[in-house]
């Protein structure tokens, strides 16, 4: 249960925010420039208006600091809407429940406990408040004693774990695998309590935090609050509010595509006059937050995962416990929370802090979420609702902010997207049987039938696989198929996976069988083995059936919103496996949108929008999308956009699938190559639309006298390499090349050959002198003859409302994504210059130009002459030269 807050229920009208006109009090760190001005507002608006966001703000234009300063704004004033006001609304709200008492004892009963929310919440603010100062003033204490001394800030010392080596998993009876007795399938139970006896006492670790007053009144509010709470549409709302009695404070979530994006982001966060006071917190994996170093060397999150859940079982001994997650200590995780957020740390920090503190930074974080005023996390851990499940994380009145999101329909689909092998569903149905033989007479009621039932999808599903791998002719490809026909051929169509999928997740039954199976082998082991003690391994593989488990989750999505693939596999090196796709990301994103006040989807470049808001938010009305675009602050002067139909010798360039292998086409493109190469200094970064382009025309490239030669005469030239590990090397060799010839000479610097969609498009920043140039060999589509591709245009095309071109649209806006993605590589900051060359006539006119980022699009010269372009990429780099001559100079 958690504490109402002041605008919890929708059904209170709001006392509405003006959006702030003095740029001041956005506490943006330096002078923003007018769009950033804009953002800001902008941002304010759409989150106070409870819109849906698409904001636009090419790299360098310092949208994070406008993103933290413009939501944090709302945030500041939200927390003080309500002060020394009275909600409007309150009344009719409580007056509508259809009581006969007359309305004024309503109203008055009604500002009661409105007095007595705000005294609680009140209280237990200025506690936690008082708890995060104390530590504050601890932390600068400590500081200034460091600095008075000499010494350096020590880095914390990675503390060994308390216990030495972590103790062999101890197993001491069977009773530990026995599922807990399941009691409920009634529909209208909650979520939360997912048929388990629901849980609603306080846990010693928060109450121990909360002073008896604000305890008490938290008690009395509860039965009132859980009558006032009302599931979702989605039925997910519930799911923690009974674990927790803290008050989920109103907070941003900022989610993201890595974890070095996310830790930039709170580096930008503490540039800010707002993180003197934010209480943050990062999540991250166990693989990012465990410090308990035997469970780190397992190597997997999965199998990390179900080592750290085994050592929390009951019934399991103290030494056998996790030594960093206290079970009778409260006051170290408590005592971490504070710290935690205290000031702004990334996830190094917390580590740092875990192992100062021997505080789990895992579910020491996640103790941090309630109280939290900005969170951030990862894609997966936002877009999954199991794992915000297992986060116990809800969205519900909060503010999701979603950065890089220029990919988010194709993400969310990957996030529900899975691929189990044949030989893994065989194997969790034998763990299953095996587990149902040992225990059937311990098993009771409900327990009993749903394994039954699971061992009937799983022998439905092998028999299905198997006879059609067995039946297939040669060449046959993979089948396609829906959900429900899969669910009708396996024989379980009689049966409700939702059900199964709510118990599954509830009875935990895929660790309790993992660990079932550890115990067996340990026992085989001993048997056939003289010495036992060389037999203690953990039984902590990958379980098979959470596997499957993921897919049966996945075939719950409506019909029309996946299809399931069975695939024979390639006979040299491949086993047959069975793969959910996810073709309709909306609904899935669905449940993010209807909880959250406001989600916010923001990118350097968010074209096509129309697109965007098509794929992912068909279901809202357009007044309630807000779309921002901004161009670049960079001066017109700073980038010339070229779109060139020819080449130097006139021949057409145009590099489509079939003419691609064309050697006259090829030796055109390395004549246009070369011939840029000499007019651009420093850095020329150039994409090719796949690996196997790439290699095709290097191959034509190479020998004596080829382009490759001519070209090495003036630049050094690099090629992405297939392999990441070598990335880095390959960009310090690139970077040293460049920085090793003397600055804006076109005779010098280097070359870097890569991929759209490969390891350099996507993250890497070549700004200044590693970028002068970006070219774009062709576009590059998509592969038509991939089935999914196929079967998502056609799931596309087919949807009501859909354009006679839908598919086509989504076939050009997913390759036009790819090169802006690519083309954005350059130009990183105000003072940034470079050239951008597209070289396919097919950018020329305005279809396929109008796809490209506006402050791209709107400099774009198209060239008909090659002609054209030595001229202006000449008379470009010539201006810049002499203004960087005369600045030395000056200088
Ligand atoms: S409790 Fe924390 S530190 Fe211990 S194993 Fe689990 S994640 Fe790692």
């Not at 020491?364 to 199991?386: E, F, K, M």
């Not at 979603?402 to 969310?412: F, I, K, Q, R, S």
Request: glycine share 8%.
């Amino acid at each position: 249960m958690q504490l109402m807050y002041e605008d919890d229920s929708s059904a209170l009208e709001e006392p509405p925010l003006p959006t702030p006109t003095d740029m001041k009090d956005f506490q943006f760190p330096y002078n923003p420039y007018p769009i950033q001005q804009d953002f800001m507002s902008h941002l304010y608006e759409t989150i106070e208006q409870r819109k849906i966001g698409v904001f636009e703000s090419p790299t360098g234009t310092g949208k994070s600091l406008s993103l933290i300063c413009g939501s944090l704004k709302w945030l500041q004033d939200h927390a003080r809407r309500y002060d020394g006001t009275v909600a409007p609304g309150a009344k009719s709200a409580v007056a509508s429940n259809g009581s006969d008492e007359p309305d004024w004892i309503l109203a008055y009963d009604a500002e009661l406990k409105r007095k007595n929310q705000k005294d609680a919440l009140t209280t237990y603010r200025e506690e936690l408040e008082a708890r995060i100062r104390r530590v504050r003033e601890q932390e600068e204490k400590e500081r200034r004693a460091s600095v008075k001394h000499w010494r350096k800030k020590q880095r914390l010392s990675s503390s060994k774990d308390a216990d030495g080596p972590t103790a062999p998993l101890s197993i001491d009876s069977d009773s530990e695998f026995v599922l807990e007795e399941y009691h409920s399938d009634n529909e209208g139970e909650s979520e939360g309590s997912g048929g388990l006896k629901p849980k609603v006492t306080m846990p010693d670790d928060v109450a121990d935090n909360l002073s008896k007053e604000v305890k008490d009144l938290m008690r009395r509010l509860q039965e009132q609050e859980h009558q006032s709470i009302s599931p979702t549409a989605s039925g997910h709302r519930q799911y923690f509010d009974e674990e927790n009695l803290e008050p989920d404070e109103p907070k941003i979530y900022y989610a993201s595509r890595t974890h070095s994006q996310l830790t930039q982001f709170l580096h930008e966060v503490r540039k800010t006059a707002w993180a003197a006071n934010l209480r943050a917190v990062p999540l991250g994996s166990r693989a990012n937050l465990c410090i308990n170093q035997e469970v780190r060397k397992l190597g997997s999150v999965q199998r990390m995962n179900e080592r750290c859940l085994e050592m929390q079982k009951a019934g399991t001994k103290l030494e056998d416990r996790c030594p960093h997650l206290p079970t009778k200590d409260k006051s170290r995780m408590l005592d971490f929370r504070d710290h935690t957020l205290a000031r702004i740390r990334d996830i190094e920090d917390l580590v740092e802090l875990g192992q100062k503190l021997n505080a789990c930074p895992y579910y020491g974080t996640r103790r941090s979420i309630r109280p939290a005023q900005l969170v951030t996390l990862p894609y997966h851990l936002l877009l999954h609702l199991p794992s915000r499940a297992s986060l116990g994380l809800t969205l519900r009145n909060h503010i999701v902010l979603v950065d890089e999101a220029h990919n988010l329909p194709d993400t969310v689909s990957a996030v529900h997207t899975c691929r189990v092998p044949l030989r893994v569903v065989v194997l969790a149905r034998e763990q299953l049987e095996q587990y149902l033989a040992r225990y059937k007479a311990r098993l009771k009621g409900r327990n009993m039938v749903y394994i039954r039932q699971i061992l009937g999808v799983l022998r439905g599903v092998e028999r299905l696989v198997g006879k059609w791998v067995k039946e297939r002719k040669e060449k046959e490809g993979d089948k396609m198929v829906t959900a429900g026909w899969f669910v009708k051929e396996a024989g379980v169509d009689h049966l409700n996976l939702f059900k199964i999928e709510k118990w599954l997740r509830s009875s935990q039954v895929a660790r309790k069988l993992n660990g079932f199976v550890g115990k067996v082998q340990q026992e085989q082991q001993t048997q056939q083995q003289s010495n036992p003690s060389s037999n203690t391994t953990t039984p902590s593989g990958v379980s098979p059936l959470s596997q499957v488990e993921s897919f049966l989750t996945a075939l719950t999505h409506a019909e029309t919103d996946g299809r399931v693939i069975m695939c024979a596999g390639d006979p040299a090196d491949e086993e047959p496996y069975i793969k959910y796709i996810l073709l309709n990301p909306a609904n899935a994103f669905r449940d993010v949108v209807d909880d959250a006040r406001s989600v916010v989807l923001a990118g350097g470049t968010m074209e096509p929008v129309a697109a965007l808001l098509d794929h992912l938010f068909p279901y809202v009305p357009p007044d309630r999308v807000s779309h921002f675009s901004c161009g670049h602050v960079i001066p017109p002067g700073n980038l010339v956009a070229l779109a060139v139909a020819e080449g130097p010798s006139g021949i057409p360039l145009e590099f489509t699938f079939d003419k691609r292998g064309d050697v006259k086409l090829v030796s055109e493109l390395g004549q246009t190559v070369v011939n840029l190469c000499r007019l651009i200094p420093d850095g020329v970064v150039c994409f090719f639309a796949s690996y196997a382009y790439l290699e095709q025309v290097t191959r034509l490239w190479e020998g004596k006298g080829g382009v490759l030669e001519r070209i090495g005469t003036r630049k050094k030239v690099f090629r992405e390499p297939r392999q990441a590990s070598e990335v880095e090397q390959t960009l310090r060799e690139y970077a040293q090349s460049i920085d090793a010839s003397p600055p804006g000479s076109p005779s010098g610097g280097a070359l870097l050959l890569c991929v759209v969609g490969g390891k350099m498009s996507e993250g890497i920043n070549f700004s200044d002198q590693l970028g002068r140039g970006v070219i774009m060999i062709g576009l590059p589509f998509a592969n038509l003859g991939s089935a999914e591709l196929a079967e998502k245009m056609r799931h596309v095309q087919e949807r009501p409302g859909a354009a006679l071109n839908a598919a086509k649209e989504y076939y050009e806006n997913l390759c036009m994504r790819a090169v802006n993605q690519s083309i954005g590589r350059a130009i990183r900051h105000r003072n940034d210059y470079a050239v951008i060359v597209l070289l396919d006539r097919r950018f020329c006119g305005p279809h396929m130009r109008a796809k490209l980022p506006g402050w791209i699009n709107e400099r774009v010269e198209e060239c008909t002459r090659f002609g054209k372009v030595v001229g202006m990429v000449a008379g470009f780099f010539k201006k810049w030269r002499v203004q960087e001559d005369g600045d030395a100079i000056e200088g």
